[in-house]
């Protein structure tokens, strides 16, 4: 019976001793500053166009990742209208023209600042909007998932 109770003891000593010398290494890594923190979105100033008529719009927000890595933004869904999607502004010899984006990189500890001229979320047929409403935005992250927000109707033109 001694020998069965010392032979457990050994057993059970091999992942002890294994598990305190990974956490030990865990403990150093994290203490040294090896260890990073996940890219964390958030949204702030969110805003969409007043459209004229029935006409699509653009929406436009600015993404911070607090987070210690890269994240990327890779689409955006508004609920109540036709449909959105990412797209970029480029102007060549004062001609503008507008592209598709697939995704847009959100930098780790930075922003990414959408507006009229570079980055927009294009809105495809938009229900009735008036001036000081909410337009509610789904964002989808690579890392940091889903983000609901709301984006406030403002007149082109002005800054909310």
Do not use: C, Y
Request: charged share 20%; aromatic share 2%.
């Amino acid at each position: 019976m001694k020998q069965s109770v010392i032979r457990a003891a050994r057993a059970a000593l091999v992942p002890a001793l294994a598990g305190a010398v990974a956490l030990g290494g865990l403990t150093a890594w994290t203490a040294s500053g090896a260890a990073v923190r996940p890219p964390t979105v958030t949204v702030e100033d969110a805003r969409v166009l007043l459209p004229f008529g029935g006409d699509d719009t653009a929406a436009f927000v600015r993404l911070r990742n607090t987070g210690d890595a890269d994240d990327e933004l890779l689409g955006v869904d508004v609920p109540s209208a036709r449909g959105a999607m990412l797209s970029r502004t480029v102007t060549r010899r004062s001609a503008s023209t507008m592209t598709m984006v697939a995704s847009a990189p959100v930098p780790a500890g930075g922003t990414l600042e959408m507006s009229p001229h570079g980055l927009d979320i294009m809105v495809t047929a938009p229900p009735p909007l008036r001036v000081g409403e909410r337009l509610p935005l789904v964002l989808r992250f690579r890392d940091s998932g889903t983000v609901r927000t709301e984006a406030l109707v403002v007149r082109p033109g002005t800054s909310g």
